[in-house]
């Protein structure tokens, strides 16, 4: 198998996290994104993805696109460990939840993006659409709270849901939007989750590759 992506990209996450969880060997072409550039992207991504982005998931003569489609591919394709639970109603909260990931919280990146990373002086941001933006955040980090309750993953084992919620998370806490740590549940999760070996290969893949971001986006004060 052979994955189209980018450690900066929260769609990415997705399969690669669950590739490193279900140890599934495979190569990889890594698609770049600067600030002055937008991505880059190879020539054939067109021909394999019809909307030109990334994740895409390449199996034989398979090109399969959509980071919520690939998961659910690799999870058949390698049943073991599954990332999905077992009874049906589960199943349906656990892809609303992975939905919650990719479609309430990981969209709010943009403005986080193009306002913060992008804007070190706070001055020059524009703060209502900051602040809207934070709070829609913490509407969702709210919501995960009272999902987590006393689970250890959002659907009791480690699911798709896990991996679909994190990714975004872990990149806004990059740029100002992190979750409150009075929200306990959610604090622990995060914590948990950093510590489990697929999701901690990602995250050193994802600190190499924003360590030049990160220092480009400090205010010019706090530069050596
Ligand atoms: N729904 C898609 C979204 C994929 C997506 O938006 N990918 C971004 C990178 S995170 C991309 O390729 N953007 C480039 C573009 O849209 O031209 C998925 O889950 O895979």
Redesign the pocket.
């Known amino acids: 198998m052979k994955l189209y992506y980018?450690p900066l990209?929260?769609?990415?996450a997705k399969p690669r996290i669950a590739m490193f969880e279900k140890a599934i060997a495979h190569e990889t072409r890594q698609v770049n994104w600067t600030p002055a550039t937008g991505?880059i992207k190879p020539e054939e991504l067109a021909r394999l993805n019809p909307?030109?982005?990334?994740?895409v998931l390449v199996d034989g003569e398979t090109a399969i696109?959509?980071?919520?489609i690939i998961l659910e591919y690799l999870d058949e394709r390698v049943p073991k460990p599954a990332l999905f639970p077992a009874g049906v109603a589960e199943r349906a909260r656990c892809r609303m939840l992975e939905d919650l990931g990719?479609t309430l919280i990981a969209p709010n990146l943009g403005v986080l993006v193009r306002e913060v990373l992008l804007k070190p002086d706070a001055s020059a941001r524009d703060r209502e659409a900051v602040a809207q933006t934070k709070a829609e955040l913490a509407r969702q980090y709210q919501r995960l709270e009272r999902e987590l309750g006393k689970r250890e993953y959002l659907c009791g084992e480690f699911s798709v849901a896990d991996i679909s919620c994190f990714s975004p998370i872990n990149i806004a806490s990059l740029m100002e939007g992190a979750p409150s740590p009075e929200l306990g549940n959610l604090a622990n999760w995060v914590s948990r989750m950093s510590k489990r070996p697929s999701v901690a290969r990602y995250l050193a893949e994802f600190a190499e590759a924003t360590a030049p971001l990160r220092a480009s986006s400090q205010p010019a004060s706090a530069q050596a």
């Open positions: 980018s990209s929260v769609y990415s991505w909307k030109a982005q990334i994740p696109y959509d980071s919520t990719d």
